[in-house]
């Protein structure tokens, strides 16, 4: 059973918090996956003096807020793992290599596509074309990182899935 030692107190598995935050920003970030669309169209038709919408022009708005609360999560989530810890991938050598090369490139997708969605819009355009690689990214990523927790659970039978369920477990 994977243990976090944080301030001299062993610790087991991850905090309801941290649990909430994981499923809560996976959520969002497939809500921008999904919707980022209306975000360049509506950008596109303002560019060119076309009428935007109200129905577009609240997706836009939603996709500026989510990706704002995203940046937001992310951060408190840090906070959290920098207080509390994480435990270590379960699983031997290349598996647990994978899996933390595969959990930096998250966190650094979550801070660098709001980012370059923000400069999109406060400094120049071309930022969007690096915000747009990061829907290829992502969606690689999800699929690799989804597939292995799959394996963790069917085919190794360890504690991997059931710990981002359960607290503490
Ligand atoms: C994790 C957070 C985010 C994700 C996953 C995301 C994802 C996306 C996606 C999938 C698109 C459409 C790409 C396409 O049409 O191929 C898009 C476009 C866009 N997003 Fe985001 N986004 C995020 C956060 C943000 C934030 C925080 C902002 C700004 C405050 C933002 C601003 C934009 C802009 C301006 C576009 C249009 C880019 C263009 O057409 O050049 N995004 N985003
Ligand atoms: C946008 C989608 C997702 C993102 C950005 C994401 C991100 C992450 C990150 C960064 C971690 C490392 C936790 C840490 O130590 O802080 C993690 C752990 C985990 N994720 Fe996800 N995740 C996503 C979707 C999913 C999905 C769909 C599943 C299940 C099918 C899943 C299952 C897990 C499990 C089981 C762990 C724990 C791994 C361990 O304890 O070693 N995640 N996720």
């Not at 490139?105 to 690689?133: C, K, N, Q, R």
């Not at 690689?140 to 059931?162: M, P, S």
Request: no cysteine.
């Amino acid at each position: 059973m994977a243990q976090v030692q944080t301030n001299g107190h062993p610790r087991r598995g991850y905090s309801g918090s941290q649990i909430l935050l994981h499923w809560l920003i996976a959520a969002l970030v497939l809500f921008q996956l999904i919707f980022g669309e209306s975000m360049g169209e509506a950008m596109e038709e303002a560019a060119e003096g076309k009428l935007v919408s109200a129905a577009e022009q609240f997706m836009a708005e939603a996709h500026y807020w989510v990706g704002i609360a995203i940046l937001a999560l992310v951060a408190l989530r840090v906070l959290l793992m920098a207080r509390r810890g994480a435990p270590a991938p379960l699983g031997h050598g290349w598996s647990v290599i994978a899996a933390r090369i595969v959990h930096g490139i998250f966190y650094l997708l979550l801070v660098a596509v709001p980012a370059t969605g923000l400069l999109a819009i406060y400094v120049s355009e071309d930022f969007g074309e690096i915000h747009e690689i990061g829907k290829p990214l992502f969606i690689a990523f999800i699929v690799i990182h989804a597939l292995g927790a799959l394996a963790h659970h069917f085919l190794f039978r360890d504690n991997t899935l059931k710990r981002m369920l359960v607290p503490g477990a």
